[in-house]
Nanobody, 116 residues
């Protein structure tokens, strides 16, 4: 059973940066994409960033230019570099890994709080 372990969340002041990490416990066969979602209190989960195994990336409009998704295949890890954080970015961030077998894996979530 694959497990995803997230880290890197925390409290940061507006304008600050955080780097989230999400490591899979083992190599995921049939992997096709990975990424991040977030869910703020009282709101629906929304897509933050995605990356295919081919390296193509996509971002929600409000994250473009501020967030960067990357991966280390050898470490089975996906990252989310977040710069210029705003209070509106406060949420629980979830990573996921998606496969060609219609099976996806999710992290447990990591809290990001942007506040002065």
């Amino acid at each position: 059973q694959v497990q995803l372990a997230e880290s890197g969340g925390g409290l940061v002041q507006p304008g600050g940066s955080l780097r989230l990490s999400c490591a899979a416990s083992k190599t995921i066969f049939g992997l096709k994409a990975m990424g991040w979602y977030r869910q703020a209190p009282g709101k629906q989960r929304e897509l933050v960033a995605t990356m295919t195994t081919g390296g193509s990336t996509g971002y929600a409009d409000s994250m473009k230019g501020r967030f960067t998704i990357s991966r280390d295949s050898a470490k089975n890890t996906v990252y989310l570099q977040m710069n210029g954080l705003e209070p509106e970015d406060t949420a629980v961030y979830y990573c996921y890994f998606d496969t060609i077998f219609s099976r996806d894996y999710w992290g447990q979530g990591t809290q990001v709080t942007v506040s002065s």
